[in-house]
C-alpha cells in the first residue's frame, strides 16, 4: 500500500508540474480568436481541457501582466455589467504568431504517427 501512495503522489507532483507549465499555451490559445476578460479565459480554460486544468483568477492576471508588458497580449476597456469597466484581453499580432510557431514545434509533434503509435501502446 505505500508503493501505491508514493506512486500516486509522484503523479501528482508530476501532473502539477505539467500543467504549471501549459498554462501559458492554454491561456493564449483562449483569446486566440476573441477577446475575453479574466473570468472568462478561466472558464475557456477549464472547458477546453475538460476540466483537467483549473486556474486561480492571480494566475492569470500575472501572466497577462507579464505578457502585456512583452507585448504578445494587449487589452481594452468595455464596460462592465454593473461595476467598473473590465479589461478584455487579445493577442496581438506578435502573440499571434508567437502561438501559432509553438504549436507548430510542440503541439504537432503529438499528430505524428510515430508518437500516435507510441501512444496508443502506452495507454492499451
Same mark, same amino acid.
Not at 476540466?51 to 497580449?73: N, P
Not at 455589467?81 to 509533434?109: A, M, S, V
Given at each position: 500500500? *505505500? =508503493?501505491?501512495?508514493y506512486?500516486?503522489?509522484?503523479?501528482?507532483?508530476?501532473? /502539477?508540474?505539467?500543467? =504549471? +507549465?501549459?498554462?501559458?499555451?492554454?491561456?493564449?490559445? #483562449?483569446?486566440?480568436?476573441?477577446?475575453?476578460? *479574466? /473570468?472568462?479565459?478561466?472558464?475557456?480554460?477549464? @472547458?477546453?481541457?475538460? +476540466?483537467?486544468?483549473?486556474? @486561480?483568477?492571480?494566475?492569470?492576471?500575472? #501572466?497577462?501582466?507579464?505578457?502585456?508588458?512583452? /507585448?504578445? *497580449?494587449?487589452? /481594452?476597456?468595455?464596460? +462592465?455589467?454593473? +461595476?467598473?469597466?473590465? =479589461?478584455?484581453?487579445?493577442?496581438?499580432?506578435?502573440?499571434?504568431?508567437?502561438?501559432?510557431?509553438?504549436?507548430?514545434?510542440?503541439?504537432?509533434?503529438?499528430?505524428?504517427?510515430?508518437?500516435?503509435?507510441?501512444?496508443?501502446?502506452i495507454?492499451?
Amino acid at each position: 500500500m *505505500v =508503493k501505491q501512495d508514493y506512486e500516486i503522489e509522484l503523479l501528482n507532483t508530476w501532473e /502539477e508540474t505539467y500543467k =504549471k +507549465g501549459q498554462l501559458s499555451f492554454w491561456m493564449l490559445l #483562449s483569446i486566440h480568436s476573441q477577446s475575453r476578460y *479574466v /473570468e472568462e479565459i478561466q472558464e475557456s480554460i477549464k @472547458e477546453l481541457t475538460n +476540466g483537467y486544468i483549473d486556474c @486561480e483568477h492571480q494566475s492569470i492576471y500575472r #501572466s497577462l501582466r507579464k505578457f502585456h508588458k512583452l /507585448e504578445i *497580449v494587449d487589452f /481594452e476597456l468595455k464596460p +462592465g455589467h454593473k +461595476g467598473p469597466d473590465r =479589461k478584455y484581453y487579445f493577442l496581438t499580432k506578435l502573440g499571434k504568431k508567437l502561438l501559432q510557431e509553438f504549436t507548430e514545434r510542440n503541439i504537432n509533434i503529438f499528430y505524428d504517427t510515430k508518437i500516435k503509435n507510441l501512444l496508443k501502446e502506452i495507454t492499451l
